[in-house]
């Protein structure tokens, strides 16, 4: 019989683990905050800050999916503190930089931290608990950590570079990456023998650079708009690279992603929520902060106030995600917080010039809707690691994770391409601006219904054949039977 009471050792990985992922959601937006005070000081140019932004982005999403077998392959706790010691080095060099170039190297050793531990942080937490409420327990923790990361960095980001300087965004990370280092080996135990299978290099190269096209095309898009060729030149090379992927692990002997695995309907159909709940979300928050400062010229400080609530929604739902999960299955619960994410961002069509309506709309909706979202997020993940075997958790994870990374640098340009076809141009007046916002957000809704709906109709749980000798419940069963 399964327990929901964490020993004294789950409680301490789970915080040594959880304390990581929080780190590498708060790395993503600390920085960001702090980026016209970077340009300002190494004396960068916007087109020079945005690689900031990308390169992170490149180095992460690229090498996700990699870094997740080779954990399966080699150990994920080796992993996991080659990750966090990359992280330490790379934002020690950030901190002292005082050229452009050193900063860039900081940006790429983080992201390829964050692709090297992300993967191997949950493929731990999965295996450090069995299938059932206590695994839900920890993922919904991790995603309410994963999604106030992402909050409080943007706040963080703000106040440490007022106070301190911007180079602490990046020194914040150095003393709580040595103080990892120092606890997880003795904490944490390898979560399977590591099998030294031969690694698929064609499938591994070919992934990388599909990835790597594909979100460098979605970040050339934001920078330099939908027009450029080389945006459109990327995305189809990222598009050929999947194809020639997909054929490769379909013949391979020693697959990087075995087909079988990626054609699960909770594989796939799960990720394609990850992708939609974390891509329509960046999104929805870059067209509220135009919405704010653009259309209701609030302040840098009042706009961060109203994302910090949706913080608080995020942390609630996933203190709760467990339990409605196990109440009703991650497919339902899948399903159910993509529509409530989706119909609160319905509502703000109704957005318009009052600061006092708009605003107090923002909070309300924005925190029912973080509330949704995260939702989503645990529910998403308890599908994709679910009735797989610890063999093929670092996988799950780096797919899992590579979801992540590619819907934030997929939603904002996407959202905001739609934003400036319907009105809000540059030097639009604040009608159109508003046109604009209503629009993209209105699209946000309906992508997500749309998805919810997919989800609801082809995610098919399929039934327990026999009883177990004890009544244990995982996540297939308990869908099953909802689905009965």
Same mark, same amino acid.
């Given at each position: 019989?399964?327990?929901?009471?964490?020993?004294?050792?789950?409680?301490?990985?789970?915080?040594?683990?959880?304390?990581?992922?929080?780190?590498?959601?708060?790395?993503?937006?600390?920085?960001?905050?702090?980026?016209?005070?970077?340009?300002?000081?190494?004396?960068?140019?916007?087109?020079?800050?945005?690689?900031?932004?990308?390169?992170?982005?490149?180095?992460?999403?690229?090498?996700?999916?990699?870094?997740?077998?080779?954990?399966?392959?080699?150990?994920?706790?080796?992993?996991?503190?080659?990750?966090?010691?990359?992280?330490?080095?790379?934002?020690?060099?950030?901190?002292?930089?005082?050229?452009?170039?050193?900063?860039?190297?900081?940006?790429?050793?983080?992201?390829?931290?964050?692709?090297?531990?992300?993967?191997?942080?949950?493929?731990?937490?999965?295996?450090?608990?069995?299938?059932?409420?206590?695994?839900?327990?920890?993922?919904?923790?991790?995603?309410?950590?994963?999604?106030?990361?992402?909050?409080?960095?943007?706040?963080?980001?703000?106040?440490?570079?007022?106070?301190?300087?911007?180079?602490?965004?990046?020194?914040?990370?150095?003393?709580?990456?040595?103080?990892?280092?120092?606890?997880?080996?003795?904490?944490?135990?390898?979560?399977?023998?590591?099998?030294?299978?031969?690694?698929?290099?064609?499938?591994?190269?070919?992934?990388?650079?599909?990835?790597?096209?594909?979100?460098?095309?979605?970040?050339?898009?934001?920078?330099?708009?939908?027009?450029?060729?080389?945006?459109?030149?990327?995305?189809?090379?990222?598009?050929?690279?999947?194809?020639?992927?997909?054929?490769?692990?379909?013949?391979?002997?020693?697959?990087?992603?075995?087909?079988?695995?990626?054609?699960?309907?909770?594989?796939?159909?799960?990720?394609?929520?990850?992708?939609?709940?974390?891509?329509?979300?960046?999104?929805?928050?870059?067209?509220?902060?135009?919405?704010?400062?653009?259309?209701? /010229? =609030?302040?840098?400080? %009042?706009? #961060?106030?109203?994302? !910090?609530?949706?913080?608080?929604? &995020? $942390? @609630?739902? +996933?203190?709760?995600?467990?339990?409605?999960?196990?109440?009703?299955?991650?497919?339902?619960?899948?399903?159910?917080?993509?529509?409530?994410?989706?119909?609160?961002?319905?509502?703000?069509?109704?957005?318009?010039?009052?600061?006092?309506?708009?605003?107090?709309?923002?909070?309300?909706?924005?925190?029912?809707?973080?509330?949704?979202?995260?939702?989503?997020?645990?529910?998403?993940?308890?599908?994709?690691?679910?009735?797989?075997? /610890? =063999?093929?958790?670092? %996988?799950? #994870?780096?797919?899992? !994770?590579?979801?992540?990374?590619? &819907? $934030? @640098?997929? +939603?904002?340009?996407?959202?905001?391409?739609?934003?400036?076809?319907?009105?809000?141009?540059?030097?639009?007046?604040?009608?159109?601006?508003?046109?604009?916002?209503?629009?993209?957000?209105?699209?946000?809704?309906?992508?997500?219904?749309?998805?919810?709906?997919?989800?609801?109709?082809?995610?098919?749980?399929?039934?327990?054949?026999?009883?177990?000798?004890?009544?244990?419940?995982?996540?297939?069963?308990?869908?099953?039977?909802?689905?009965?």
């Amino acid at each position: 019989m399964t327990t929901e009471t964490l020993t004294g050792r789950q409680r301490l990985i789970m915080c040594l683990l959880l304390g990581a992922q929080f780190m590498f959601a708060l790395d993503f937006s600390i920085v960001t905050v702090a980026l016209p005070v970077i340009g300002d000081d190494l004396d960068m140019t916007p087109a020079e800050l945005s690689w900031i932004v990308t390169l992170f982005a490149l180095s992460a999403a690229g090498l996700m999916l990699l870094m997740g077998r080779i954990g399966d392959y080699y150990g994920r706790k080796r992993m996991f503190l080659i990750g966090m010691a990359l992280l330490t080095v790379g934002s020690a060099i950030g901190g002292f930089a005082n050229e452009p170039t050193l900063v860039y190297v900081a940006r790429i050793l983080q992201g390829v931290a964050t692709a090297v531990t992300a993967p191997a942080a949950l493929a731990l937490l999965t295996t450090s608990f069995p299938e059932g409420p206590l695994r839900n327990k920890a993922l919904g923790l991790n995603g309410a950590l994963l999604s106030l990361g992402f909050a409080v960095g943007a706040v963080l980001g703000g106040v440490l570079t007022d106070l301190l300087g911007w180079r602490f965004t990046f020194f914040l990370n150095v003393p709580v990456g040595l103080l990892v280092l120092v606890l997880a080996p003795a904490l944490i135990k390898e979560s399977t023998e590591p099998i030294r299978q031969k690694l698929d290099v064609p499938g591994a190269v070919t992934i990388s650079l599909a990835l790597l096209s594909l979100v460098l095309g979605f970040s050339r898009a934001e920078a330099k708009g939908w027009s450029s060729p080389q945006v459109w030149i990327l995305l189809a090379a990222a598009a050929v690279l999947f194809s020639f992927f997909w054929l490769i692990e379909s013949r391979s002997p020693h697959p990087l992603a075995a087909v079988t695995v990626l054609k699960r309907p909770s594989v796939a159909l799960g990720n394609l929520g990850g992708l939609l709940t974390f891509s329509m979300e960046s999104g929805k928050v870059f067209l509220l902060t135009i919405y704010l400062q653009r259309v209701l /010229d =609030s302040s840098a400080f %009042l706009t #961060g106030i109203a994302f !910090a609530v949706l913080g608080a929604g &995020a $942390f @609630t739902g +996933g203190m709760v995600a467990a339990k409605i999960i196990n109440k009703i299955g991650a497919r339902n619960t899948l399903v159910f917080g993509l529509l409530l994410q989706g119909a609160t961002a319905a509502t703000f069509v109704l957005l318009g010039h009052s600061f006092a309506a708009g605003y107090v709309h923002i909070l309300v909706a924005t925190a029912l809707g973080g509330f949704g979202h995260v939702l989503a997020i645990v529910s998403y993940t308890v599908a994709v690691t679910s009735g797989l075997p /610890d =063999s093929e958790q670092g %996988l799950a #994870g780096g797919l899992s !994770a590579m979801t992540q990374q590619v &819907a $934030f @640098t997929l +939603g904002t340009p996407i959202l905001a391409a739609i934003a400036i076809t319907a009105g809000a141009t540059a030097g639009a007046t604040k009608d159109g601006i508003l046109d604009g916002v209503h629009t993209g957000l209105l699209v946000d809704a309906l992508a997500l219904a749309v998805v919810a709906g997919l989800i609801a109709v082809l995610y098919k749980v399929p039934r327990a054949t026999a009883a177990p000798a004890e009544p244990v419940q995982t996540v297939e069963t308990a869908e099953a039977e909802v689905a009965g």
